[in-house]
């Protein structure tokens, strides 16, 4: 009974996530990239083609902006670079920053969506519903990080995306999505259901190591940290933690500290209030050379 | 205006050839004879609803070839994915969403004529709020077809209209986009049975002046047995008057509505609290412009100078020159404000759009939008036909790029620079599918002005009898005092 | 494992097709479709076999020779994905982007089906009996060493095995071939260190000073290395470790330095030896080797600001131990020997060896050993080609006809070779040219042993096994393939085993006690193996010597600007597609190359003040000419090269091998002088000198950076701190 | 007593008027004045001050229309939006006052017009079928007062439409 | 006057029964208990009452013989797909049963068996692509946690199977079907499945009850707390 279902629960109805409610009890997944660690391999981009069936679009479609990579590895120069005064050479090397959704507390892309396919789990993630999206490209236009990819093109039906064999690899978990559907990173969603599934069967909540995603797996270097917020022994919590960043807040205690705190957790776009679950570390250069 | 150029001198020489009598034009400003025969105005009017000049068929052949373009495009597209229009990831709009906006406000146009003009008595409305509310109508189906073309999964579009089914899903009532179907639907409706409703009395003239066929039996079925009886007439007044406040609290709502599909967004370019006010300014500007351009072509071609005269054209002129300095102004407190603001995405699409890539678009905005409607201001102008309608399509140009340039730099600049976009241009089927929408448009309303009367005979008849009834007062008046 | 029986296609169209039948319905029919599909069924299914549910298996990574091990996963007799086994010491649970990949090679639609036996363009579908008997005919036509045999870095039984045939021929032409190795490098190590591949303890390092070596990207065990790299930073007791690239080329590494050094193509010895002596701490010959590099000759000759020279040698004063890495970018040259040499030289003064360097332990089994590819092989095979010296030529897991350099005209020294068999995946550019093709099957349908080049903490044997049932009826595995030819001479010798998998378990079980079975029974310890992936071994630890000396050292000052070809052309390695054999993979092409974020197209890299001088921006199609020959590729801006060179990537411009690398590229190994390494006679890669010209044509850069290029446009997203003013020791 | 209607066409409203103020002061028996309808092809509101405040409603109709529109447009919105698979949106509450306000807003005008619309048809008593006594006229340029009084009464009314340059009179065929 | 009146009336009634209808949770339009989906023709005609159905004390050999369900679909309990057995489990029984051995129906499975090719079997409760539902967890949570029987487990979704030879659905298995079961009270238990914390009713909105009587089945671990079950997309659209 909706209405009454209404009525009678109308206070906790009119809660305002994260910074009223706390619902993440058992689960928050979230996760943490050290860019210190991260050398821009790829790696983790390939794993994410491999783990969720994204089409491999081809040369002609990639320069019409159609790539379909839910992970990317952006590679940014220093500001400095190029321009009067600066160095000719990027002498410290470039800053690799792998972006994919950040899973955002209050996203904005969950509100301006026409047909509700994209939601806000009670574990902390950003669903997209491939089979509730009309394709009115809304929550792409509104994300800040530009990380949702509209598939232009019916892909699974499209010459040499998945050809003969090919399409034998395609992950049967994983809905193959067909033209005029919104997709984005999932944080592995499958694997986190079958890990959770496992838990409840055996009596007990997922433990840090059960589920890794496809992206943290392959690190060769291990710079990717997934786990589940609310479970303190986890190492994702420990890593928030020690960075003193927190998931509700718009702007870190640590980083109004005069002089700097000395830590290096951020997330990106954090003043635009979206609360990312993605804590990145700051990439550090050497000062002595 | 006789020292103009020679196609002003065309056009003056039509002008003199038309029914009215070249004296009593010059003579007196007025916004109509108060001469006419009722009988003459039944006739004048029937009579465009079946021999309009050959013109006619030219336009609804062309607006049909058009349209045909736009079939075909969508065809395409529906078959082989959005892709075939050349969009992607950061540009995930492109053109059908302004050309949405652009049909949206020129929506606005009728309500404003009709209902604030109404509300106001300002009785020279009178001859010209009928094919503006038809304009509003038809502008209005022609925007929701691109909701339609828009979407990636035309088929599911069922997904985001509330209604109560099977799954115990409902849409996302948060959506702008909701709002905006919504809104539309109301405005929609409203704006047709505003429509209706006005045409109901001459629907009955309609059916009591044809004899038979097809057309006698649509007006009888419509005229709802009207017979212009007082109990008729007096709820028809409340009626109309109650529609009319109805009908223009919910036309700031659509428009600004439609400004919060961009306001009520993040992005740098959309997040602006003027865009309300700025979007319903642009929606009446590019409505006046319209019927600037409905209003020659409709005297032309169904030969209406008696009744669409140059006074009441000076009329709207005047209007729409205000109405564009208002917007002059609300664009430049845009760009104010966000200069002033410290928010630097905000301000890299402002360059963007002022030195970037779309600057000639942008300039080409100002220039028609602000710069264009300048020459309004000059009394000449104000009446010469052949430069109304070169500046009046200028301004629709404007209103239609200045759509373009808040829907476009935003996508290809936002907040994000890794994905920065400026090489990616709408491909053919946009342009198709831009372009037949004005196929659409004017097959629907020159359609309209086929069936129906184009020119509220009634209205016109009250204008013609309220006039001669105020010039006899002022003559017993004039009388009494000598 | 796989039942027989099973109908593959049907059940595929059950449960593998689901996701692809969602796509094709639409995604919007909410109603139930019974009847309309068949349900996966099985004749005989083993307990572990469960519909919806992946099972994993351990092997070994074949993408390339760093022997990283795999755990597939196999879901309803289909392999989905390989994760890294956390078993392994080499790779411990991780892989790279082109190990990831190896799905794709084995799915690969361009895959060859049949031993294909071709008349000039057209080929014939033989059958595997044919085939052999095509061979044996061939053969007996020929004297032993009139056959030869080109192959990649082979190790592990199939070495042996092939050892064995070869024997069997009489021929002892065997041509190891790999076009990136390190060889010099590796010489010179042998001449430094005593050992070929040192172990290199990046993890131990306080300072990494690496020479081109991209042992992040490309360079011998990257995945290995790129754990190390991990410790490295997060440093002993808080200290991060400091990573030095010194290089003319950005690569993947030099981008993740502290200090990127651009210096002039070739004086990497001369810095090495200008660092000795700002460093004023070595003694004795080395002394007065260096004597002569002070630091303005040195800065004059490779570029570097000499103020540069003194902070390196100051941070390796202060912070011990150091590792010095010499990479393929410091080999690359005719004087590459010399410079490896100086490198290493480096590395003996500043004390590390032994501590940083560290003695390799090998497997004590030396016949399974790896046969290590390298260039030399290629001259010497063209060369006897070039003399019409072989009657029969065998050619497998190399593609000499693409990575040879032009100026070798392989191509045309190879049609004089009388037979040629290709035992290929695809119909790569050296299979077009074969006259018999034996198709094979992939690392993912077949069995065997593999032993690393690079070995980590003690030794290990890699085991390689199938993780599904053949997916074409009529390929063979090349151990089966060797088997059975090697069946053709020595019958009697080899009539136990019926295939290669019962040679290897026999092999195996052999040395069963030797492989730490002992005790166990046959079967027990076999199975373990398998499901392992990997046999650890105690192994035999070898000691360094440390006898470096700078006797002999003599290098170039750099040559005077040549007018006509004023550019050095530097062949860049990526790490997903280095020699190209994999480039049919389109995971691979469609991945960004992490500096550029070019994807599916070579490019080629000018210094932006370089570019400005000849007028060409970006997307510019440039023509680069060397005395060799000239390709054509779009110019991509690139501040990461020294402005005397360019560089163009390796691995595209496939005339042939698939639809995923066809036509997509310019092949530089084409446009290579053919200029060899004085000492080691390997091939020069880095010695070629081009021009570059505007064609006057332009195209846009297909690439994931975007309009603002590489910029962050004053947002905060990937921020830099340096260390002093962050505190990594709080961290958890 | 059997009544019967008749319809009078006046050439302008001036004699309508005129006519209807003489009828409504000749007091005639068998004839009431509420009975009196005029037909004309514009609205003369002037007519108020002959035939007297006649009940327009369509207003409340309106408001009627606009609260059911109102009312209901909020709770369907917010309960539907409190259903089983209620997911949270943005950090925003599940029911959020600023759409459900404007979808509300809305919904309040969509009623609004919709009632109206049907209370006009009532008020005005449409749809009609056309009484007997129309004349095509009364939509072009002429005037018609249509009267339904006692037979008896005719006469009378006859002569004071014709007093006023009555232009034709047509009548009920009697039954 | 009157006509306004009912019209009103009419209108009023119309816009409560929208509403009402609108607002609460619609019923999904479900086949009956009577009313059997499609009828799916099998290569073999699987007869399930002889299976599964209920012994017939009189004459054994016209009864069923009560096999549970996972006896032979015995990957339900394991994974989310129920399966079929391979057919080595059919013949591992038949084989040794020579009454039947001779019927059609067996020989045909025989034919199957001795050609090594598996039963093309069509199926029946055929969900889209895009739906995963899940047997492993309702198995685990009805039958070894709340000890229900199996056959009235796995019927709610299968229907009568015992009493049907080849197996034909008989409830809707839309998603408004499925989610009126979940919409139900699912008790909060640690071992019930639902995991503990707050998340289980949080975005059910439905405050967890102590429920004292408890339901019909009481699981042993029960702290009889009551909440919605699992209500987010992606519990079954991934």
Redesign the interface.
């Known amino acids: 009974m909706s209405v009454s279902n209404l009525l009678e629960n109308w206070a906790q109805f009119r809660h305002f996530h994260p910074i009223d409610d706390k619902p993440h009890d058992p689960y928050k997944w979230a996760m943490s990239i050290d860019l210190d660690a991260c050398t821009g391999c790829n790696a983790c981009s390939v794993a994410c083609y491999a783990e969720n069936n994204l089409p491999v679009v081809g040369k002609e479609k990639y320069q019409h902006g159609h790539g379909m990579h839910w992970m990317r590895i952006e590679r940014y120069w220093d500001e400095g670079l190029g321009v009067a005064g600066g160095s000719d050479f990027p002498d410290h090397g470039a800053q690799f920053l792998p972006m994919m959704c950040q899973q955002c507390e209050a996203a904005p892309c969950e509100t301006v969506c026409p047909a509700a396919a994209t939601n806000h789990t009670a574990d902390g993630l950003n669903s997209q519903i491939y089979n509730r999206c009309v394709g009115s490209r809304y929550c792409s236009a509104n994300c800040p990080f530009k990380v949702r990819y509209f598939n232009w093109y019916d892909y699974p039906t499209t010459d040499n995306v998945w050809p003969a064999e090919m399409n034998q690899q395609l992950n049967p978990d994983v809905t193959v999505r067909s033209k005029g559907v919104m997709e984005k990173c999932t944080f592995c969603v499958q694997r986190l259901h079958a890990a959770k599934g496992t838990a409840k069967n055996e009596g007990r909540l997922v433990h840090d190591g059960d589920v890794q995603t496809a992206c943290q797996q392959v690190c060769p270097t291990g710079a990717i940290t997934f786990g589940n917020l609310v479970d303190h022994e986890s190492k994702v919590h420990k890593q928030w933690q020690s960075q003193q960043v927190e998931l509700d807040k718009d702007a870190q205690v640590k980083d109004q500290k005069e002089g700097g705190s000395g830590l290096r957790g951020y997330r990106i776009f954090e003043e635009l209030r979206p609360y990312p679950s993605v804590m990145y570390l700051e990439r550090v250069r050497e000062s002595a050379i | 205006m006789e020292k103009d150029t020679n196609e002003s001198a065309a056009w003056t020489k039509r002008e003199n050839e038309s029914p009215i009598p070249k004296h009593e034009r010059r003579a007196s400003e007025k916004d109509i004879r108060e001469s006419i025969a009722w009988a003459k105005i039944n006739q004048d009017v029937l009579k465009s609803m079946e021999t309009p000049r050959k013109l006619y068929w030219v336009i609804l052949f062309f607006a049909f070839a058009a349209f045909s373009v736009g079939v075909g495009c969508e065809v395409y597209q529906y078959q082989n994915g959005m892709g075939v229009s050349n969009k992607n990831n950061p540009h995930a709009w492109g053109l059908y969403i302004s050309t949405f906006i652009f049909w949206i406000g020129m929506s606005h146009s009728g309500t404003l004529l009709s209902a604030i003009l109404h509300l106001m008595h300002a009785d020279w409305r009178k001859p010209i709020f009928r094919f503006a509310e038809a304009l509003t109508t038809f502008s209005l189906m022609t925007a929701g077809l691109f909701v339609m073309v828009h979407l990636g999964r035309l088929w599911q579009f069922y997904y985001s209209v509330p209604y109560p089914d099977e799954r115990g899903l409902w849409p996302n009532f948060q959506s702008p986009l909701l709002w905006d179907a919504m809104a539309i639907f109301t405005y929609l409706s409203s704006s047709i049975l505003f429509l209706y409703i006005g045409m109901i009395p001459d629907l009955a003239i309609c059916r009591d002046h044809l004899h038979e066929g097809w057309r006698k039996n649509l007006y009888t079925w419509l005229s709802l047995g009207w017979e212009g009886t007082d109990r008729q007439w007096r709820n028809f007044r409340v009626t109309y008057l109650t529609i009319a406040c109805f009908l223009i609290p919910l036309a700031v709502s659509v428009h600004s509505i439609v400004a919060a599909d961009f306001a009520m967004s993040q992005q740098p370019g959309w997040h602006v609290t003027s865009f309300p006010a700025y979007f319903v300014a642009g929606a009446l500007y590019s409505g006046c412009s319209a019927i600037i351009t409905l209003f020659i072509i409709l005297r032309y071609v169904f030969k209406f100078e008696e009744y669409m005269t140059l006074p009441i054209l000076k009329k709207t002129v005047r209007l729409t020159f205000a109405i564009a300095m208002i917007w002059t102004y609300l664009n430049a407190v845009e760009f104010a404000s966000v200069w002033y603001s410290h928010d630097q995405a905000s301000k890299d699409v402002l360059i963007q759009k002022v030195i970037g890539p779309f600057a000639p678009f942008w300039w080409g905005m100002i220039f028609c939008g602000s710069v264009v409607p300048l020459t309004l201001a000059f009394k000449r102008f104000q009446t010469n036909i052949p430069v109304l309608f070169v500046v009046s399509l200028l301004l629709n140009l404007g209103m239609w790029l200045e759509r373009w340039m808040i829907v476009a730099p935003t996508f290809s600049h936002g907040y994000y620079p890794w994905t920065w976009d400026h090489d990616q241009w709408p491909g053919f089927v946009q342009w198709g599918m831009v372009f037949a929408s004005f196929g659409w448009f004017t097959m629907l309303f020159m359609g309209f002005c086929k069936v129906f009367p184009s020119v509220s005979m009634y209205e016109v008849k009250e204008m013609v009898y309220h006039r001669k009834l105020h010039l006899k007062k002022s003559e017993t008046a004039e009388q009494g005092a000598h | 494992m796989i039942d027989s029986g099973l109908d593959r296609r049907d059940f595929l169209k059950v449960l593998g097709w689901g996701g692809a039948a969602v796509a094709l319905s639409g995604c919007g029919n909410t109603s139930v479709e019974d009847g309309k599909e068949t349900v996966v069924s099985y004749v005989e299914a083993a307990d572990y076999v469960i519909p919806g549910i992946g099972v994993y298996y351990n092997s070994t990574c074949a993408q390339c020779d760093a022997g990283c091990s795999i755990n597939g996963r196999v879901r309803e007799g289909r392999v989905l994905k390989l994760e890294g086994n956390p078993a392994s010491a080499i790779n411990r649970g991780r892989t790279c982007g082109l190990g990831q990949a190896g799905v794709q090679h084995h799915y690969n639609p361009d895959r060859v089906r049949e031993p294909l036996l071709r008349h000039g363009d057209k080929n014939e579908v033989i059958t595997w009996d044919k085939a052999y008997a095509l061979i044996a005919e061939k053969l007996s036509g020929a004297k032993g060493d009139e056959v030869a045999f080109l192959s990649g870095g082979v190790s592990g039984h199939l070495k042996v095995l092939l050892g064995n045939y070869l024997d069997s021929i009489g021929s002892k032409n065997h041509f190891v071939y790999e076009a990136l190795a390190p060889a010099v490098v590796r010489a010179a190590n042998k001449k430094a260190y005593g050992v070929e591949m040192p172990r290199y303890n990046i993890n131990k390092a306080k300072v990494v000073l690496s020479f081109g070596a991209d042992f992040l990207g490309a360079w011998v065990s990257p995945v290995h290395f790129s754990q190390q790299y991990a410790q490295f930073r997060k440093g002993v007791d808080g200290q991060r470790g400091v990573l030095i690239q010194v290089e003319s080329k950005m690569t993947l590494t030099g981008a993740n330095a502290d200090r990127w050094i651009p210096v002039r193509p070739g004086t990497e010895g001369i810095l090495a030896l200008g660092i000795i002596n700002a460093l004023g701490t070595a003694s004795g010959d080395i002394a007065a080797a260096v004597k002569g590099y002070d630091r303005a000759r040195v800065s004059k000759e490779t570029g570097v600001p000499p103020g540069q020279i003194d902070k390196i040698a100051a941070l390796l004063k202060l912070r011990s131990p150091s590792l010095v890495l010499a990479g393929s970018a410091a080999e690359g040259y005719a004087h590459g020997s010399q410079n490896a040499a100086a490198i290493n030289l480096l590395n003996q003064v500043l004390g590390n060896v032994g501590k940083t360097v560290e003695a390799s332990t090998s497997v004590p089994f030396p016949q399974m050993a790896p046969a290590k590819g390298n260039t030399v092989a290629l001259k010497s095979l063209n060369d006897g080609l070039a003399a019409g010296k072989y009657k029969v030529l065998f050619c497998y897991a190399a593609n000499p006809v693409f990575t040879a350099p032009g100026a070798m005209k392989f191509k045309d020294h190879l049609a004089k070779a009388g037979f040629k068999v290709a035992f290929a995946h695809y119909l790569d550019e050296t299979a077009l040219q074969a006259d018999l093709v034996l198709p094979l099957d992939s690392a993912l349908e077949d069995w065997g042993t593999q032993v690393p080049e690079y070995m980590t903490e003690g030794a290990q044997i890699n085991i390689q096994q199938p993780l599904m049932e053949k997916l074409h009826a009529n390929t063979r595995g090349m151990g089966d393939i060797l088997l059975a030819l090697v069946k053709q001479r020595r019958a009697e010798e080899y009539k136990s085993f019926d295939d290669y998998y019962a040679y290897l378990r026999g092999a195996m079980l052999l040395n069963k006690n030797a492989l730490g079975g002992s005790g166990a029974d046959d079967d027990t310890f076999w199975n373990e193996t398998l499901t392992k992936g990997i046999v650890k071994l105690a192994g035999s630890a070898g000691t360094l010597s440390g006898k470096a000396s700078a006797a002999g050292l003599t290098l170039p000052v750099p040559s005077a600007a040549d007018v006509q070809y004023p550019l050095q052309l530097i062949p860049g390695v990526t790490a997903s597609l280095r020699d190209g054999r994999h480039a049919n993979q389109p995971w691979l092409q469609e991945s960004p190359d992490p500096l550029t974020t070019i994807v599916w197209d070579s490019w080629v890299e000018i210094h932006p003040k370089k570019a400005a001088e000849l007028h060409i921006t970006e997307g510019d199609i440039v023509e680069v000419t060397s005395r060799s020959g000239s390709i054509r590729a779009q110019a991509y801006l690139f501040p990461g090269i020294h402005p005397d060179a360019i560089s163009v990537p390796l691995g595209r411009g496939h005339e042939a091998l698939g639809r995923y690398a066809k036509g997509y590229g310019a092949n530089p190994f084409q446009i290579l002088d053919a200029v060899f390494d004085q000492e080691t006679g390997e091939l020069a890669m880095h010695e070629t000198r081009v021009k570059v010209s505007k064609t006057g044509q332009r195209v846009v850069v297909v690439k994931d950076e975007g309009a603002a290029g590489g910029k962050q446009m004053g947002r905060k997203i990937a921020v830099l701190v340096t260390t002093d003013e962050v505190d990594l020791s709080k961290e958890a | 007593m059997s009544q019967r209607h008749l319809l009078a066409l006046f050439n302008n409203f001036e004699d309508a008027e005129a006519a209807i103020y003489e009828l409504r002061a000749a007091d005639i028996k068998g004839f009431k004045f509420d009975d009196l ?9 002037e ?1 108020e001050s002959v ?1 007297g405040q ?1 009940s ?1 409603n ?2 409340w109709f ?1 408001l ?1 229309g ?1 609260l ?1 529109g109102g009312l ?1 447009g909020f ?22 006052f600023p ?2 306000f ?2 509300t ?3 309040c ?2 009623g ?20 007997p006594l ?1 004349n ?1 006229k ?4 002429q005037i ?1 007062v ?1 009267v339904k009084a006692d037979e008896s009464a005719m006469p009378k009314i006859k002569g004071v439409f014709l007093n006023h340059d009555v232009l034709e009179i047509q009548e009920e065929v009697s039954k | 006057m009157h006509r306004l009146l009912r019209l009103s009336i009419l209108l009023m009634g119309l816009s409560v029964a929208v509403s009402g209808y609108a607002a609460d949770a619609p019923q999904p339009t479900l086949t009956t208990e009577d009313d059997l989906g499609p009828q799916v023709v099998q290569p073999i005609e699987f007869p399930h009452d002889r299976h599964a159905g209920l012994r017939n004390p009189g004459d054994p050999l016209k009864g069923g013989m009560e096999i549970d369900c996972m006896y032979c679909h015995t990957y339900a309990r394991r994974s989310a797909v129920a399966g079929i057995p391979p057919l080595q489990k059919c013949i591992g029984c038949h084989q040794s049963i020579e009454t039947v051995r001779n019927k059609p129906r067996i020989q045909e499975l025989f034919k199957y068996w001795d050609a090594k090719k598996p039963v093309p079997w069509k199926k029946v409760h055929d969900l889209p692509d895009f739906v995963r539902f899940n047997h492993e967890r309702h198995i685990k949570r009805f039958v070894e946690q709340q000890n229900r029987p199996t056959q009235e487990a796995c019927g709610y979704c299968h229907g009568d199977v015992k009493q049907m030879t080849v197996a034909r659905r008989s409830k809707a298995l839309s998603m408004g079907w499925c989610a009126n079961c979940h919409q139900k009270d699912h008790p909060v238990t640690a071992a019930g499945g639902t995991p503990v914390g707050n998340q289980a009713y949080w975005y059910g909105f439905q405050k967890p009850v102590a429920d004292a009587a408890g339901g019909e089945y009481k699981a042993p671990d029960t702290n009889n707390i009551k909440a919605q079950g699992p209500n987010d997309c992606w519990q079954c659209h991934k």
């Open positions: 309808t005029l037909k004309s092809p514009i609205e003369h509101h007519v035939l006649r327009a369509v207003q309106s009627g606009s059911v209901l709770f369907l919105i917010s309960g539907s939006q409190a259903n089983f698979y209620a997911q949270m949106k943005g950090g925003k509450p599940i029911v959020p759409p459900n404007v979808l807003f809305e919904m005008v969509l609004g017009v919709f009632i109206t619309i049907l209370g006009f048809l009532i008020c005005a008593g449409l749809p009609a079928k056309r009484s129309y095509a009364v939509s072009e340029d018609g249509l």
